[in-house]
T-cell receptor
């Protein structure tokens, strides 16, 4: 059976609550950060991005916060819905190299 | 049609066999990538290509080779498959940071 993500950190939230997923990145030279959503059997899907000259960016129901001092990134999902259940990855990139480096991921489970 | 198409979607092969995974894209991007995903881990870069004449190794290129046949096509080969190459493989294209991923190939080496 499907075994991807068995050892991933898991965040369980109730439908309608807000979710916060955290990520630590490694390269202080990275200047572009992206959050991806991966549903079972599918490739990563872009959610939201942020450049290093910003500390906050908002999308529809999602907000990304960047703290460069401690190399930390977070994804906030407002009013979490069952369709948000997935594995979420942060990724860092450097414009000059354009090579994504992925974090290990967090599984988000939404229960009624 | 998907922007990035990977074939096959699933493959079971025997140890020692040569296998090729194919990727084609309709985005018109010059940059293409092959990633591998293992259970509990994020994607790790195998090879990348910034144009047809440019091929570069990623962090885990040993045991793999690639061919960039055209701007739209980038294939990954396992010359002699081994069981620890069992994984999910993803192809991607990018346009200076905007990445699009394929749906993946699940490869099992027995």
């Amino acid at each position: 059976g499907e075994s991807v993500g068995l050892h991933l950190p898991t965040l369980s939230v109730q439908e309608g609550d807000n979710s916060i997923i955290n990520c630590a990145y490694s390269n202080s030279a990275s200047d572009y950060f992206i959050w991806y959503k991966q549903e079972s059997g599918k490739g990563p899907q872009f959610i939201i991005d942020i450049r290093s000259n910003m500390d906050k960016r908002q999308g529809q129901r999602v907000t990304v916060l960047l703290n460069k001092t401690v190399k930390h990134l977070s994804l906030q999902i407002a009013a979490t819905q069952p369709g948000d259940s997935a594995v979420y990855f942060c990724a860092e990139n450097h414009y000059n190299t354009d090579k994504l480096i992925f974090g290990t991921g967090t599984r988000l489970q939404v229960f009624p | 049609d998907a922007d990035v198409t990977q074939t096959p979607r699933n493959r079971i092969t025997k140890t020692g066999k040569r296998i090729m995974l194919e990727c084609s894209q309709t985005k018109g991007h010059d940059r293409m990538y092959w990633y591998r995903q293992d259970p509990g881990l994020g994607l790790r870069l195998i090879y990348y290509s910034f144009d047809v004449k440019d091929i570069n190794k990623g962090e885990i290129s040993d045991g793999y080779s690639v061919s960039r046949q055209a701007q739209a096509k980038f294939s990954l080969s396992l010359e002699s498959a081994i069981p620890n190459q069992t994984a999910l493989y993803f192809c991607a294209t990018s346009d200076f940071g905007s990445y699009t991923f394929g749906s993946g190939t699940r490869l099992t080496v027995v």
